[in-house]
């Protein structure tokens, strides 16, 4: 069965550090999103890709990037990690069509000491 | 003002009640997005619509596009249940980024 997943699943770093949390997924899809979810807030969106070599800010995209060299997948990296980046990751996936359901990784669980 | 709005942020009924979940949102959409979070995290969709209203298994949406305005109900709704549920918008009309609401827990006891 096709899937989206995320890795690692919980992740401590410290304060400064570059962090890279994975997430790959084997629906062919092209479009795949990168969320954060904290207390009192939605999930927001960090940043986005509608396809190889496509990348896009979404509002809450200071401090991360990402690169899409392949369908599978959509690494985010925390350039220099903050503790106000502590947060749960999630990274999610969709075909191309308003329609279309999105697919969610289990998420990752990100503390920065 | 939030874009997407839910209502209540927090539910605890008795197993079998009727529930209802709502939301409004302030931007134009084409399809709006129901979701489902586990207590262990997991997200799932649920439910996209543009009209009218959907059903699978208990679960029932309906929306009103003049009204910008969603709901989410579950019948006999039984401790399993028992998650977060959030709703989600385009921000632009056909776009597939979206905006979402804060989430509704709910809580079903037996």
Known sequence: DAEITQSPRHKITETGRQVTLACHQTWNHNNMFWYRQDLGHGLRLIHYSYGVQDTNKGEVSDGYSVSRSNTEDLPLTLESAASSQTSVYFCASSDDGWNSPLHFGNGTRLTVT | ?110
Request: hydrophobic letters at 35%; proline letters at 5%; charged letters at 15%.
């Open chain 2, 1 to 110: 003002k939030n874009e997407v709005e839910q209502s209540p942020q927090n539910l605890t009924a008795q197993e079998g009640e009727f529930i209802t979940i709502n939301c409004s949102y302030s931007v134009g959409i084409s399809a709006l997005h129901w979701l489902q979070q586990h207590p262990g995290g997991g997200i799932v969709s649920l439910f996209m619509l543009s009209s009218g209203k959907k059903k699978h298994g208990r679960l029932i949406a309906t929306i009103n596009i003049q009204e910008k305005h969603s709901s989410l109900h579950i019948t006999a709704s039984h401790p399993r249940d028992s998650a977060v549920y959030i709703c989600a918008v385009p921000l632009i009309q056909g776009a597939q980024k979206l905006v979402f609401g804060q989430g509704t827990r709910l809580t079903i006891n037996p």
